[in-house]
């Protein structure tokens, strides 16, 4: 393997100004990473002593976690560590380097591609707004983990940070109120001051969630039906739990090969759904000095942002959502500066 990773970029975009002092463009991104970290386990238990059931195996998870005579008891260097016992699971004395409990590494052989449809628009200063909004669609895939350690190569899965709608719009415009505006047109003296002059900012950003798995679990339905529509998905149900999986404690899987996905495309936490609003005007006190004032909400319309939801189907949680990301609830600043 090469010592270091490659990454291929591609862009081809296209843009053409419609109207006034508009432009639109459409382009396509993509970039590919090869010989990338991928961290492996190098001291596995053997694949053939692990189980390749469906279910529970449970004759493997015996044999594997039984205890035996520890032939490393008594060996000073081992006094003190796990591996220094009387007995000791036979699964450990299975691995092709007993003395270590694990042995782990970064292999250059970890691959991963992007590929995205990008549009914008932005209309420039001009009679007193500007704006700009960007929509991408996008699919993002990686292998740089190992599903089981005694695979040949990394899994390839829908990356952790594959969004694959994302849109973005964000303008300033001048209040069409004081003199010369439509409201209040002929505004003088001390009204023209106080309503004239106002602008308003607006920033608005929605994007999907992360793609969510349920680690080493059993499941016997149909993918299809694990997500739910949007009109009945809700904090207490976010996917359909009841859709195949193995939800008894007794009946999970322990010490077999894995072979349900680490993450899955159409199963997704909460995104981003936020807008932030502002207004200011700037008012001036004498020939050296200004004063600006602030108003701004950030969430203005306290959209809650939820984290993801539990994914372990043993808990009694299963599905629900128990907490919120960092953004928090709508706030609202009101603030003053001077400029001079």
Not at 21 to 48: H, W
Not at 62 to 79: A, H, K, M, R, S
Not at 314 to 339: C, D
Request: glycine share 10%; aromatic share 12%.
């Amino acid at each position: 393997y090469p010592l270091n990773h490659y990454m291929q970029r591609w862009t081809f975009s296209i843009q053409r100004e419609v109207g006034h002092r508009t432009l639109v463009e459409g382009a396509y991104v993509g970039n590919r990473g090869t010989y990338l970290n991928a961290s492996r386990q190098m001291n596995p238990v053997p694949r053939e002593y692990l189980s390749a059931s469906a279910t529970r195996d449970q004759a493997a998870i015996d044999f594997l976690g039984g205890q035996v005579t520890n032939p490393f008891y008594g060996i000073p260097e081992f006094l003190g560590t796990t591996l220094g016992n009387q007995r000791i699971g036979r699964s450990q004395l299975l691995k092709p380097y007993p003395q270590f409990s694990g042995i782990t590494t970064d292999l250059p052989a970890g691959y991963s591609y992007y590929h995205s449809m990008q549009w914008r628009v932005q209309k420039r200063l001009s009679r007193g707004s500007q704006f700009q909004a960007s929509y991408t669609w996008s699919k993002f895939m990686e292998a740089t983990s190992y599903l089981n350690a005694t695979d040949d190569r990394p899994e390839k899965v829908v990356s952790n940070q594959d969004h694959p709608h994302r849109f973005v719009i964000s303008g300033i415009f001048e209040l069409p109120v004081g003199r010369g505006r439509l409201l209040l047109g002929k505004a003088r003296g001390w009204l023209q001051n106080l309503a004239g002059g106002w602008q308003a900012q607006g920033w608005y950003e929605g994007q999907s969630g992360q793609a969510l798995g349920f680690g080493n679990s059993i499941f016997y339905g149909n993918l299809h039906d694990i997500p739910l529509p949007v009109s009945e998905r809700d904090i207490t149900r976010w996917f359909n739990a009841d859709a195949g999986f193995e939800r008894t404690s007794n009946r999970q899987l322990s010490n077999n090969i894995r072979t349900l996905s680490t993450r899955f495309n159409n199963v997704r936490g909460d995104g981003i759904n936020n807008l932030d609003l502002s207004v200011f005007k700037t008012f001036r006190l004498t020939e050296r000095w200004r004063a600006q004032f602030r108003a701004e909400s950030y969430n203005a319309l306290n959209h809650p942002q939820f984290n993801n939801p539990n994914l372990t189907p043993t808990s009694t949680a299963f599905g629900t959502v128990t907490s919120e990301k960092g953004h928090g609830q709508r706030q609202l600043t009101f603030a003053i500066k001077l400029l001079f």
